[in-house]
């Protein structure tokens, strides 16, 4: 798995979560863009980060 192995190569143990095949970079990316707006950040810093945009009629 490729986040454990860069842990690893950086010598941090990983947590046990991280050495479960089935966590992909995918999953902590979703983690992060769902407590940006936890940590405050409205739709648009949300849409930056992400990749995505919104329609013309969100723009008002």
């Known amino acids: 798995?490729?986040?454990?192995?860069?842990?690893?190569?950086?010598?941090?143990?990983?947590?046990?979560?991280?050495?479960?095949?089935?966590?992909?970079?995918?999953?902590?990316?979703?983690?992060c863009l769902s407590w940006l707006p936890l940590a405050g950040a409205d739709k648009w810093e949300v849409a930056g980060f992400s990749g995505h945009a919104f329609g013309q009629k969100d723009r008002c």
Do not use: C, Q
Request: glycine content about 4%; proline content about 6%; overall charge positive.
């Open 1 to 31: 798995m490729l986040i454990a192995r860069r842990l690893k190569a950086a010598g941090v143990t990983p947590l046990a979560s991280l050495e479960d095949p089935a966590m992909k970079d995918r999953h902590l990316r979703d983690i």
